[in-house]
């Protein structure tokens, strides 16, 4: 009975339509699942992980094959299948006008738990979520962490023996991911429950005891995380070259023959190789001359993208040479700062969501704000772009103060929105005609630059398409593109990889980096640690203040201590956050 | 920590129940667009339809044009100065009168000829000219009528102060039955009763149904052991409460503060309005199984009840005198049976001959909306 699969789908497939679209969000998907451990459900936006997790819970019905939870089947004894297991959707499923306690009760309500044991049972949750002191608070005022906890605490009242999660960790900060984790570690470990828990971040598959990996409704594989890394074994080697920057080293190496990924981080490359290429012929890469190179030890992130690559053999490189003319690398503007923000302030009813932001962006620099979200990263970004007018402080950019000269200061600025802001019912061709002419090309100009849109972009094939029926890949080129249409000098980019694929996110950041060699000045937000790597200086941002301001290496250097030595992007950031509580607390 | 054991798989529908309904209390309580349209918006339209908007006409700006002044003309003039529906204007001459017509400073002139006393003395009578302003035909028959009236009364007096009883063929008796006063506020209040309650279970609960969908709650219910006929039924009977809150503040004050009489039972009353409520609220959750964006819902449970309760019941406009195609179309207007109910048990009594076939055609109407809703909403995503 203990090894009975607690969770089994064979052939599983479930398509919708929508407005004529016809999507094919799973495709023949069979696994098992086996007790007792996490099982990762891993893969980008619309691989079809929240398909086949309401499909587990009974919520929907497949198109064929069929999905079995704790011996029983999820779609024909959907009820039953409910009552037994535990499911935390997208959003959490709180009512955010009910308090901590009364969004406990309602839940405790619905789950039949007993009176007489929910006293118990509350003193354990709130223990374990640390959301204790927080009982009467609103659930809609609570951070995003805690709602993350308060979501999980609510599908715990009665412990089952399946608890399904997804996407929990999404926009959450790294402390309170790393308290999921735990959280859910001790669930496994000592209430004997079995886990499945999908998501985007690549870097959590391997907390994971076996992973199944998505993409586009398919299985590309299933397995323990260390077997599908344990292949890149011999294949990933950390190159440097002194005197060149890490970003010009990517370039010359990726799409070389050979070469599977070309990563940046911090002060070298990660080069990830072909099979059976050998160490010696890499050498031999005219970017590889003179150069560092040591074998570093392979990530589950690398297996991934060597899968996702055997699978798409398009992926040309991104050369960007064309990206931008001589405009924006007008020349002899030396390195005055592009954009100097001192003392920003901004403030909603009593709330300070940012309070005191000082930075200075020098030209043709990939600046990056990262925090996790609600750190006040899209609040500075929208006041930077003249959106939002400051409570306080002051603000230039490209030599113009914001106050005064907010349009003539747009028309300088490329921005593209987390939301990507497209018309969904035009067409590629349209979207980009438009948005050329709001910045006030027109005639000539405007076809030139929509023709260099869609053959940079290589969205030529899908100029007649309406842009709502891109895939998010797809779409996320077209939102660069309609930024970039003015040939601006300076580009705002807020979260913009969010949910695309890692090939997706490889592609838009060779592209980023061929703007930034051209001399345009980027600013980026991000939630991923490891595109902080990516930048060439970066704040980290939490509640509205700026942490710690330097390049990726010295950030992470800060944060060395003899129990890290070697810490990541992420160590770091909690390391911040916790130094920033205690300085508060002391205070 | 206990190791989850085996459980009961079902059971305990009652505090289920319970938890939902609280729920859904707090919510009401916790949210001011629930409240405004719970118990503000009743309060607006009372006042609105108790005190501004009214059918009668009242002091209708008329023109009075002597063209030879005297004791006569005067005396006819003064009674229609002293009448509340009159707001008289006197004018020197007819083109004066009419230029106050054309520019609307009066909606109808009342002019008596230079030969009106010599007229008078005749036994056939003087006649008076009366010119009504027709573009509001309402105000202008009403106006017209009013005249007439006036006219009337003045010539009876006239007559027997001179001694002499008016010789007319058939004398007109009238009676107003349930309205005695004409007052048309006495007729909209109670029909209002039927436009609160459309508001608070068509369009609260669609709304609220829909964000439930919109904030991703409803998934996370859904995969509770709570059945949907336990996720509705929670929904019912707070809506209910909340409807019936709405009833009574309405009635309280349509009786209390405005005089509108209540002739008829108001247990029947109550009855008739939960029927109602049960039809409106089946009304909401069928729009809310299908609209599942606040967006949509509310413009579908606007469009699709509230227009048609405000235009279609016989609240404001007769049924009666509408063409038949349209009065065709009333009979699928839930409001309609119940505004019928409403006006019947305020004005007239407990007529158990409008009351029982009305409130007949309310339990089907509720029957089959709640049906709807509940084949309409399987417990799941699609």
């Known amino acids: 009975m203990d090894d009975a699969p607690i969770l089994e789908a064979v052939d599983l497939a479930k398509a919708f339509a929508a407005g004529g679209r016809h999507t094919q969000a799973l495709d023949g998907v069979s696994f098992t699942i086996r007790p007792g451990a996490v099982t990762g459900l891993i893969g980008p936006d619309g691989a079809g992980k929240t398909t086949l997790m309401r499909l587990a819970a009974g919520l929907l019905v497949p198109d064929a094959g069929r999905i079995r939870a704790l011996g029983l089947d999820s779609t024909r004894e959907s009820l039953a299948v409910q009552a037994a297991l535990g499911y935390m959707p997208q959003r959490f499923g709180l009512y955010e006008d009910l308090s901590v306690q009364e969004n406990l009760d309602l839940y405790a309500d619905l789950q039949s738990v007993p009176k007489t044991a929910r006293a118990e049972r509350y003193g354990e949750l709130m223990h374990m979520t640390g959301l204790g002191p927080f009982t009467r608070r609103l659930a809609g005022r609570l951070s995003g962490g805690m709602k993350q906890k308060l979501g999980l605490a609510c599908t715990l009242v009665r412990a089952p023996r399946l608890l399904l999660l997804d996407e929990p960790t999404v926009g959450v900060d790294p402390v309170s991911r790393r308290e999921l984790w735990a959280i859910v570690d001790r669930l496994v470990r000592d209430e004997g429950m079995s886990v499945l828990l999908s998501t985007a971040y690549l870097d959590e598959a391997e907390r994971c005891q076996a992973v199944i990996l998505l993409d586009q409704g398919r299985i590309l594989d299933q397995g323990p995380p260390a077997t599908i890394s344990a292949r890149m074994g011999g294949r990933t080697w950390a190159v440097s070259v002194t005197g060149k920057r890490p970003r010009d080293l990517q370039a010359g190496l990726s799409g070389q023959p050979g070469v599977v990924d070309a990563l940046v981080q911090g002060d070298h490359v990660r080069l990830v190789t072909q099979a059976g290429s050998d160490p010696a012929q890499l050498a031999r890469l005219p970017a590889l001359q003179d ?9 589950f992130e690398d297996g991934f993208i060597d899968l996702l690559r055997a ?33 920003l302030r901004r403030r909603f009813g009593k709330f300070w969501a940012v309070d005191g932001v000082s930075f200075a962006v020098r030209r043709g620099e990939i600046f990056g704000l990262l925090g996790a979200n609600g750190a006040g990263k899209s609040t500075t970004f929208r006041m930077l772009c003249g959106l939002l007018p400051a409570s306080a402080g002051t603000l230039q950019v490209a030599g113009l103060d914001l106050r005064h000269a907010a349009s003539t200061a747009r028309g300088r600025i490329g921005y593209m929105s987390q939301k990507f802001s497209l018309y969904g019912n035009l067409s590629v061709a349209q979207n980009l005609d438009f948005f050329a002419s709001a910045y006030g090309l027109a005639g000539q100009t405007r076809e030139q630059r929509r023709d260099w849109a869609l053959a940079e972009f290589e969205l030529a094939p899908y100029a007649g398409q309406l842009s709502a029926d891109l895939s998010l890949g797809y779409k996320q080129r077209l939102a660069m593109a309609c930024a970039l249409m003015h040939q601006p000098e300076i580009l705002f980019l807020d979260e913009p990889t969010s949910g695309v694929d890692p090939l997706a996110r490889r592609e838009f950041w060779q592209r980023i980096n061929a ?20 930048c060439d200086r970066l704040a980290i941002m939490a509640a509205g203040r700026i942490l710690a301001m330097d390049e990726p290496a010295a950030i992470k250097a800060g944060a060395r201590s003899p129990k890290h030595p070697e810490p990541s992007m992420e160590d770091a950031f909690i390391r911040l956050v916790e130094a920033a509580d205690a300085a508060q607390e002391a205070a | 920590m206990s190791a989850p054991e085996k459980q009961p798989l079902r059971g305990g529908g009652l505090m289920r129940l319970r938890g939902l309904v609280r729920k859904e209390f707090l919510q009401i309580v916790r949210d001011p667009s629930s409240i405004a349209i719970a118990f503000v918006m009743p309060i607006f339209l009372l006042v609105l339809f108790g005190y501004g908007v009214s059918l009668d006409a009242d002091h209708v700006p008329v023109a009075l044009v002597a063209e030879a002044p005297s004791a006569d003309t005067a005396d006819f003039f003064a009674s229609l100065e002293s009448s509340h529906y009159f707001a008289p204007l006197h004018a020197r ?18 002019r008596l000829r230079a030969d009106f006393a010599e ?18 035909a309402n105000t202008a028959r009403l106006t017209q009528g009013y005249v007439e009236g006036a006219w009337g009364n003045w010539l009876a007096r006239h007559a027997e102060s001179q001694g002499q009883t008016l010789a007319t063929p058939v004398e007109l008796q009238q009676r107003v039955w349930f309205n005695s006063e004409l007052r048309s506020r006495d007729y909209l209040v109670p029909g209002l009763v039927a436009i609160i309650m459309t508001l608070i279970g068509t369009l609260l609960t669609a709304l609220v149904m829909a964000r439930e969908w919109e904030r991703g709650t409803l998934e996370a219910l859904l995969v509770t052991p709570a059945s949907m006929s336990e996720v509705l039924l929670g929904k019912i009977i707070a809506y209910f409460v909340l409807g019936t809150g709405g009833m009574l503040l309405t009635v309280g004050l349509a009786v209390g503060l405005f005089d509108v009489p209540l002739r008829g039972s ?55 005198s509408m063409p038949a195609v349209v009065q065709g179309i009333t009979h699928v207007i839930v409001a309609r049976y119940f505004v019928s109910i409403v006006q019947t048990l305020f004005l007239a009594g407990d007529v158990w001959s409008v009351v029982l076939p009305n409130a007949l055609a309310l339990l089907l109407m509720a029957a089959i909306f709640l049906g709807v809703t509940w084949r309409k909403s399987r417990k799941r995503l699609e």
């Open chain 1, 291 to 299: 150069a560092r190179i040591d074998a570093v030890p392979p990530r």
């Open chain 1, 311 to 343: 699978r798409s053999s398009a992926a040309a490189p991104v050369h960007g040479t064309s990206l931008v003319d001589g405009r924006a690398q007008r020349a002899g503007e030396g390195d005055a700062p592009v954009i100097q923000v001192e003392g």
């Open chain 1, 515 to 534: 703007l930034a060699r051209a001399g345009v000045t980027v600013l980026v937000t991000t939630h991923f640690m490891e595109e902080a790597e990516y």
């Open chain 2, 93 to 110: 001459t007819l083109a004066a009168a009419e230029q106050a017509l054309r520019e609307g400073q009066v909606h109808a002139i009342v």
């Open chain 2, 119 to 136: 007229q008078l003395r005749w036994p056939d009578g003087a006649p008076i000219q009366v010119i009504v302003n027709g573009v509001d």
């Open chain 2, 266 to 320: 108001f247990w029947l009353l109550w009855a008739c309005a939960s029927l109602f409520l049960l039809a409106a609220l089946g009304m909401g959750l069928a729009i809310s199984a299908v609209a599942r964006n606040q967006f949509v819902a509310g413009q579908v449970a606007i469009i699709g009840t509230f227009l048609p309760a405000f235009l279609l019941s016989g609240f404001i406009f007769d049924i009666d």
